[in-house]
Every structure is written in C-alpha cells, then in structure tokens.
C-alpha cells in the first residue's frame, strides 16, 4: 500500500465507451477504519468498496461502476481533497445525476463524504489528468503529547523539531530526481517524481485555548506524483534533521545515493492526509491524460 501509487491494473481507455458520461466526484475521508484507498482480496474495509458500492445500491443497479482515483492512499492515511471518476450509462446519469449527491450522503458512513458531482470536462481522468497532488503531515513535539482530538491525525514526536533546519533540508530535495531512496520498489513502476514544493511551519495552539493546546508541526510537499511510501520516508528523514540526529545535508545524500536508508523510518501513516489534487485547464485536460501515461526517464540536466 502507498501514499500515492501508479496503479498496475491495465491501461484504462482514456474516456468514456460510447452511451457513457464521465462523473467526477470531489471526495473526503478520515482513514482510521480504513484499509485503505483500494478494494483488496479478504474483504478488508475499503474507502473505494463503500464507495462503489454506495454508487450501486442508490442508483439501483446489480452491477458495480469501478471508480479511478487521482492519488491511492494507504491504510491510516486521511484525504480532505480527494478526486475521483467514474463512468456510468448517460440514461443512468440523465435520471439520477441531479440526485446523487444526495443519496450518497444517507448511504455512506460518516467517515466518507461526497462533496461534488459533475459531468467531468472531455478528455478527464481522475488519476492521468492530475498535474499535482499535494498533501501534508503533521507532527507535534510539545512534551506534554498530542491534544486528545487530534491524536487520529497527528504524529507524536518526543524531541524538539528545528522547522529553520528542516526548510533548509526539504528545499535540496525540490525537482525532478530518482526518489528510489524515499520509494518501496514496485515491478514496472518509475521511482521519477518531480518535487515542487516542500516546507514546514510551526503552528501556534488552538485560539480558544491558547498556550493550553500544543501548536503543530506541519510538513506541506506538493509534486507532480508520488511513488510508495514516499512522503512518510521524506517525512522520516526531515525529522532527523529537525530534532539534531542528523546534518541539513542528510536527506540530500540519501537521495543521491539511490537506494533506502536504514536510518530513515517510514513514520506512522495517521498523521497523513491528501490536501489537494491539481488540474490543467479543460483544454489541456486530454493531453496530460495521454502524456502522463507515458514511463518517465529523468530529463537530462544541462
């Protein structure tokens, strides 16, 4: 399982098949009880089975409309801005596309929410169209522990985070390289990423409570994909940095060096969630679905 995968199924067409519209749903979901993003064999709780099924039992249908996702999240790992397709028959979608939302909000738990439903633009697919997912990791230090209603989505560390030296590591890792030191390999899958953004800020407590609420450390990173396991092993790295066992230089070299590192744990998924997925303008939406398809080879550097 992964933060962010390539899927291995086989390449899907890249629009509907003829008598079908593309539905876009814009999604959330808190991870706990979750394993997981993608349906698995045992029977495991899924967000893609309740979703799907929810999908075939308010419209009615014996048969399941399989969903594509922009990023699979991992057991644990939550997602605030998830997106999502499907491809339902237009008779179908013409009927009941006005109330879908609706009835998915009295069907599915409360750990899953559908915000949006829309005819998607031509040439959408949730998972090849994507430009950039971003997501963020949150981590408190304060000796005193995690507040008791954050503890399902933040990670408890017991040493003082540096944010300064952990801004200064995160930005050595900004562009496209060969994160195979920060992945968990998979057969037929490129460990290329480009990273566009990584920064951490301290947080102050809560406004109500003030000083009695310990504030966060929060790790935004943003880039065009991401491999298996790959921003919890960022993440593992950067705390290194931040609470001093490790130089500003360190997650650099474990980059360079191309393989894991033993030193850098892949930290808990709770503290995980997927902010946001990026999209080109409509125009542009088919050619990043064909290109994204693509294997990629690291550009050559000038």
Request: charged letters at 25%; aromatic letters at 6%.
């Amino acid at each position: 399982m992964t933060d962010c995968v390539e899927q291995t199924t086989p390449v899907r067409r890249e629009g509907p098949a003829e008598g079908f519209v593309r539905v876009r749903l814009d999604l959330s979901y808190e991870g706990t009880d979750f394993s997981g993003w993608a349906k698995q064999k045992g029977g495991q709780r899924t967000v893609q089975g309740e979703l799907e099924d929810a999908v075939r039992v308010v419209l009615r249908q014996p048969e399941v409309f399989p969903l594509t996702v922009a990023g699979r999240t991992d057991a644990g790992v939550h997602a605030r801005g998830q997106v999502a397709h499907l491809d339902l028959p237009a008779e179908i979608w013409a009927a009941e596309g006005d109330k879908l939302r609706r009835r998915l909000a009295g069907r599915l738990p409360g750990d899953v929410r559908v915000w949006r439903v829309a005819e998607a633009p031509a040439g959408f697919d949730a998972r090849f169209s994507a430009i950039w997912r971003r997501y963020a990791y949150r981590v408190c230090d304060d000796p005193a522990g995690v507040d008791p209603l954050r503890r399902g989505h933040v990670l408890r560390h017991d040493r003082a985070l540096d944010v300064g030296l952990m801004n200064e590591a995160a930005e050595l890792l900004v562009g496209e390289h060969d994160f195979a030191a920060y992945c968990k390999k998979r057969e037929g899958a490129t460990t290329i990423r480009e990273l566009l953004d990584f920064r951490w800020e301290r947080l102050p407590g809560d406004a109500l409570l003030g000083p009695v609420l310990p504030g966060l450390v929060v790790g935004t990173v943003r880039a065009d994909a991401f491999c298996h396991n790959m921003v919890r092993a960022l993440v593992g790295s950067m705390l290194l940095v931040g609470d001093g066992q490790r130089p500003v230089s360190f997650p650099g070299e474990v980059l360079a060096g191309g393989v894991r590192n033993s030193a850098v744990s892949v930290v808990r998924p709770h503290g995980l969630t997927l902010e946001e997925v990026g999209y080109p303008a409509d125009d542009e939406l088919a050619a990043r679905n064909r290109a994204a398809r693509n294997l990629r080879v690291l550009s050559p550097r000038p």
